[in-house]
């Protein structure tokens, strides 16, 4: 029993770090993502700040709407490595083809030759089976029937990534639909061996603190200026 409790003790202090890691987190992306200079811009509820492991990969997923332009910044520890990997998908129902097979057990017919195919056979003997001409052998066979149909299925869509844009951890856009979109954050492996949950794998030790550290989303929004002449006329 003692060695249990100091089991309990030692897994608890090993912990702590981790916990209060976390809880430092919480607000990272207030204190560490840079603002946008332009004052128009304020910040947006949906901004997120987690703890991250080495060779790990979160989404968070949130709702843009019509009418408005977003600014995206991103912020991480440096002991997270570098160049952060940043994609941004439309999540959208979409029609799609689906074919259903269906699977049932059916009785195996065979002709009455010898009734010349009117009748059923039972031994030696002919019945009449109003036409059928076929007789039920005992034996089954299962049949397979297939059916189209059109569903409706939530797929990701890619609308941007930044391993195209020079590894970038800025985005600005303007946004003509409201819709949801999904932010997934790709941390380098780092050639570390723990993984994202915080217990590596087969040994069950808690990884380093050195292979974690805290991401920061800071989304800011401000209604779309207008452009161009507007409300003149002759």
Known sequence: MKSYKKLILATAIALTPILSFGQYCN??????????????????GQSKSALFG???????????????DYRISL???????????????????????????KKEMEDVYAKCESCGGTGTMDGDNCWDCNGSGQVATGDQKEVITKETKMVEERQKILLYDNTQDNMATELEFTCETTQRLIFEISVPDGGGSGSSKGISKGKGKLMKSSD????????????????GFYGTGF
Not at 33 to 42: D, H, S, T, W
Not at 54 to 68: A, C, D, H, P, R
């Open 54 to 68: 080495k060779g790990q990969t979160s989404e968070l997923s949130v709702i843009v709407y019509k009418g408005q």
């Open 27 to 44: 607000y990272f992306h207030e204190n560490f993502c840079e603002p946008a200079e332009n004052e128009m811009y304020k910040p947006n």
């Open 212 to 227: 974690m550290g805290c991401i920061g989303i800071l989304i800011e929004h401000m209604t779309t200026p207008i452009t």
């Open 75 to 101: 912020c991480m520890d440096e002991n997270l490595g570098s160049g952060l990997e940043f994609k941004v998908y439309e999540s959208k129902k979409v029609k799609v083809e689906k074919v259903y097979e």
